[in-house]
Each structure stands twice: as structure tokens, then as C-alpha cells.
Nanobody, 125 residues
Framework: QLQLVESGGGLVQPGGSLRLSCAAS????????IGWFRQAPGKEREAVSC????????NYADSAKGRFTISRDNAKNTAYLQMNSLKPEDTAAYYC??????????????????WGTGTLVTVSL
């Protein structure tokens, strides 16, 4: 059974860091691109960052550039999102999602094949 399980969310002060993990099982991990998406209360879901199957291609939302780093360890079937210099506007539920095509990993992610259940990130004093 295919599973994506996010972890690593929590409460952090502005300027702090968190590393989110997305543990995958039930499928060939390296056959899929991975995306991190987020949805803040009252807002639409948005792509944060995506990484290709082999890790050679990545992209970031403008809001994430220079602060977030996406990575994956295909040997561990896990993807990561390192988030530094967090801001209150980063507060959201964060989801990982997969698709065979790296190039659909954008926007609201409606084209992504499978989703995790999310982890909540709260940036506040």
C-alpha cells in the first residue's frame, strides 16, 4: 500500500528552522518526483518546492528561494525540506506529494498523483 508520511512540523519562533521529512513506502520511490506543498488557513494550496526523481532538478517558490532546501535520499525512501529563517507567513500545513513527472509539480498540485496527510508548521513568538 502506497504511503507518504510527513513529519517534522511544529511550533518555531520567527527566524528559526525546521526540517520536514516525507517517508515513502509501497512504491518505487525513485520512479517519482517529489513536491512539497503548503496550505495556510483561508488560502489555496501552493507549491513550495519540487525535486526530480534523481534529484538533479529542483525548483522553489519565490517565497522559499534562499531559505528552503529540498532534498531526497532514494536509499532511505525519504524526501526532506529544510526550512531556515522561518517567517510567520510560512505558517501552514505542509504536504508532500509525488508524481512520475517532475514538470507537473507546480501550482496547487492538482496533477500530483498521491499525497501525504500533512504536517503543521506554526511560526510564531
Amino acid at each position: 500500500q502506497l504511503q507518504l508520511v510527513e513529519s517534522g512540523g511544529g511550533l518555531v519562533q520567527p527566524g528559526g528552522s525546521l526540517r520536514l521529512s516525507c517517508a515513502a513506502s509501497g512504491f518505487r520511490f525513485n520512479d517519482y518526483a517529489i513536491g512539497w506543498f503548503r496550505q495556510a488557513p483561508g488560502k489555496e494550496r501552493e507549491a513550495v518546492s519540487c525535486i526530480s526523481r534523481g534529484g538533479g532538478l529542483t525548483n522553489y517558490a519565490d517565497s522559499a528561494k534562499g531559505r528552503f532546501t529540498i532534498s531526497r535520499d532514494n536509499a532511505k525512501n525519504t524526501a526532506y525540506l529544510q526550512m531556515n529563517s522561518l517567517k510567520p507567513e510560512d505558517t501552514a500545513a505542509y504536504y508532500c506529494a509525488i508524481d512520475r513527472s517532475y514538470y507537473v509539480c507546480s501550482g496547487s498540485g492538482d496533477a500530483m498523483d498521491y499525497w501525504g496527510t500533512g504536517t503543521l508548521v506554526t511560526v510564531s513568538l
